[in-house]
């Protein structure tokens, strides 16, 4: 889908345990200025359920598991995340929900701006006219 992918993150793996680095601009593909992380989600919760028009993001999933559905204006695809090495771009104008949190589930996010509520697209029907007038209508 445009507008997301996988990105794979180096994981250092020892004797002593694992470690895996971020580097704004280096491991993702913007300048990080905003680190948020959810967590204590009861499985039956489903969140998100909106859009950006502007913000990049990457989602890592540093414990247990979560899935993601990822919609646009014609397709729509699950991305299972479970491994804290595993990042999933998303960047603009791609709507997204976040369900199955399993326990102890910790989704951390790194955006590349600021939090802005009028920078959300919260309301499908506004989300496919403006995802139609960006990429044009699938028939
Ligand atoms: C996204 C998905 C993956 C803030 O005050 N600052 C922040 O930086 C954020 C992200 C949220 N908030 C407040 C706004 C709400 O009162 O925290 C509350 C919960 O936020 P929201 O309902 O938007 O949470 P989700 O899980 O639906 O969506 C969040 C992000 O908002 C969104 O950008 O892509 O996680």
């Known amino acids: ?26 491991d993702i593909p913007f300048k990080i200025k905003r680190v948020y992380y959810i967590y204590g989600v009861d499985r039956t919760v489903c969140r998100g359920f909106h859009a950006h028009s502007k913000l990049h993001q990457v989602l890592i999933c540093v414990n247990g598991s979560v899935k993601i559905r990822l919609k646009n204006n014609s397709s729509e695809e699950i991305v299972f995340l ?26 951390l996010v790194l955006a590349s701006d600021y939090y802005d509520d009028n920078e959300y697209i919260r309301n499908w029907d506004k989300y496919v006219d403006l995802a139609e007038s960006i990429f044009g209508k699938e028939e």
Do not use: H, Q
């Open 1 to 26: 889908m445009y507008n997301t992918c996988m990105l794979r993150l180096k994981k250092n793996s020892d004797k002593y345990g694992k470690l895996v680095p971020i580097e704004g601009e280096n």
């Open 82 to 107: 479970e491994k804290p090495e595993e990042a999933l771009y998303i960047g603009p104008m791609i709507w997204r929900e976040m369900f199955e949190f399993s326990e102890n589930a910790v989704l």
